[in-house]
């Protein structure tokens, strides 16, 4: 066996160590991982996740395999391919046994990003696939870079050249110095939910005492607001998911986080994961479902080991059982697979295209069956809210946004990390907690969210204020902003999954006529492109697109007034 399926200390196989991958295809390897994979036979459902347990065996997955793939779900290869095609992560050739991919977010491109991925470009021809990606969710401790699928923190010109070594040398992956890889989890300011450590045998004694209604009824009354960006009331949901017909129900816990900026759920994963796991235990019980999935983006692949012993625990403890069961799927590098039905899609093993709501997933949801899909942070506030009471969850917080929020803050700052504050805390309180350096603009909810000037900064950061969506970029006085608009546009049409024509094309031609606009050339009326593709486009992703580019044209706009009237 290779050390890709060699045993965990849990004794359960580790199909993502750290490993170079084998060149040639082996058909009979393949099988045993995948049979290692899902313990039972697999099916066209589960081609996604087969292709990234050969993607990371192999490194590539090439024409055989995409011909015993397709033969082996009775499917064929074009559908294969398809799926390759759609997910960054994966590819159907590979040049070197190494593929470094830097992570593009304009934070790290502000602390010199594009000169390391240039060296380390220049210095390892034929040794590596060098390539970017979008955030890969490590920006409090970058710049960083994920190789073969692991990340490779605080990146310096220094650790460069080691690296350049260790490919020189042809170190093996597995050997390159453990704290090259180190992921920190940062926390500066720990509140209630990072502090919450449940005991899962007490919880699941208290959650069992009550009965399903009970518990929705405690999660309306608490007010809790889905932290996964949009605020929709979680009591109504799992409410609505209880309601609606259907022989069976899932719980989806949606650990995409692909928005640039925000690690919030990384943190959460890896410090408070019994509290996620209690919370969609929970949901399970309230909305009688007995799926549960935790959908892990692939940059977070690291996690992946860790969280599958814990899920083994929970069963071998019988507090995941028939009645509910939890495992993981993984996403391949697509931020549009956060949107919730883009999601189910991805799950369902399909390329990961929004659907049209309504129905809503509480409704149709996985395979059209009722389905709750909330953030991981969400979980763990309704298993903190169970575990403590509505009274105690509503003494924090707003009258309308009850409870604490996680902040992903980087950028600019002495002190980046996750800050846990009451809900209705202000940028202002943020900045001074993380000792912001002469900061000109804040970047709340990442590139789909909003861009803030100090005239907003003592706002409360509230459902009924400005959203607090889960990140905070802080950018000093000296970062031009239209360097910071013309990133999140090419994260934009990077990601776009293509569906439909506002977004894919329209992102298109908003990047290439603001970089016209910057040389001073010919180009489209950018605010009335910007405001079209919001307008037209068929899922959140698109929706927001142009939103980066309005913000930088209205805070122009403004300083051109402030300079005329002076
Ligand atoms: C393009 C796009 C990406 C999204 N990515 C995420 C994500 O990574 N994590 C997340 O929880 N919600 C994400 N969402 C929101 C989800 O669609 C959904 O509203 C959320 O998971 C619901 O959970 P909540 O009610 O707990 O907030 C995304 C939405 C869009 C449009
Ligand atoms: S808006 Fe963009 S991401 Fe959303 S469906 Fe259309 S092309 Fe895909």
Known sequence: MTSSSTASASGLPRLFSRSAPLPQWDAAAAQALLQARFGRLWQRQDLLQALIVIQHHFGAITAPAQTWLARHCQSNTADVRALIHFYHFLQEERSTPHQ?????????EQQGMRTLFDELRMGTHGLAEVGLTSCIGLSDQGPAALVNGHPLTRLSGQRIREIQRQLQQQIPLAQWPQNWFRVDDNIQTAGRLLQFQPDPALFLSQLLAQAPQQVIDRVQQ????????????????????????GADRYVICNADEGEPGTFKDRVLLQHNLDAVLCGMRMCGHAVSARHGILYLRGEYLFLFDAINTRLQQWREQQWLNADFNIEIQLGAGAYVCGEETALLESIEGRRGIPRIKPPFPVRNGLFQLPTVVNNVETFAAAAWLLQSGVDAFRAVGTEQSPGTRLHSVAGDCEKPGIYELPMGASVQDLLQAC???????????????VMS????????LAFEGISPGGSVMVFDASRAHFNIARNFTAFFQQESCGFCTPCRAGTQVLLRDMDCAAQGQQHADLNALATLINSTSHCGLGQTAGRPVLHWLQMNAAKKTEVAHD
């Open 100 to 108: 470094i991919l830097f992570s593009s977010n304009i934070i790290e």
């Open 222 to 245: 608490s007010g809790l607001r889905g932290l996964g960006g949009a605020g929709f009331p979680t009591g109504r949901k799992w409410q609505a998911c209880a309601e609606a017909p």
């Open 435 to 449: 000792a912001a350096r002469n900061p000109a603009l804040v970047q709340l909810g990442g590139p789909s969210g």
């Open 453 to 460: 000037s100090p005239a907003d900064w003592q706002q409360p």
